[in-house]
Nanobody, 121 residues
Framework: QVDLVESGGGLVQAGGSLTLSCAAN????????MGWFRQAPGKEREFVAA????????NYANSVKGRFTISRDNAKSTVYLQMNSLKPEDTAIYYC??????????????WGQGTQVTVSS
């Protein structure tokens, strides 16, 4: 069992920045690839970014490349998502995910409750 708790969501203006955090309550954090997904109302879950166990590899959705940065601090069992140049279409509930093998849209062994990000024009 891996408990994931997201935080840092909120309301920002277009062009602004926001950093999300996901704290993982597990003693084996380094055994998991970590990822971020988002879901807007009425739409399916969308892969945003993922990072490998040691942080040496990352994957990003084309829609966020150059704007979002995923990182992790294994000493704190926490993964982050720094979001810059935010657009209204980034508005969604953002979820943290953990998976011992995958780091793509197919991730999904463990999920957090989500945190709302709203970008206004």
């Amino acid at each position: 069992q891996v408990d994931l708790v997201e935080s840092g969501g909120g309301l920002v203006q277009a062009g602004g920045s926001l950093t999300l955090s996901c704290a993982a309550n597990t003693r084996t954090f380094v055994t998991y690839n970590m990822g971020w997904f988002r879901q807007a109302p009425g739409k399916e879950r969308e892969f945003v970014a993922a990072i490998s166990r040691t942080g040496g590899g990352t994957n990003y959705a084309n829609s966020v490349k150059g704007r979002f940065t995923i990182s992790r601090d294994n000493a704190k069992s926490t993964v982050y998502l720094q979001m810059n140049s935010l657009k209204p279409e980034d508005t969604a509930i953002y979820y943290c995910a953990a998976d011992p093998f995958l780091m793509s849209q197919a991730m999904g062994d463990y999920w957090g409750q989500g945190t709302q990000v709203t970008v206004s024009s």
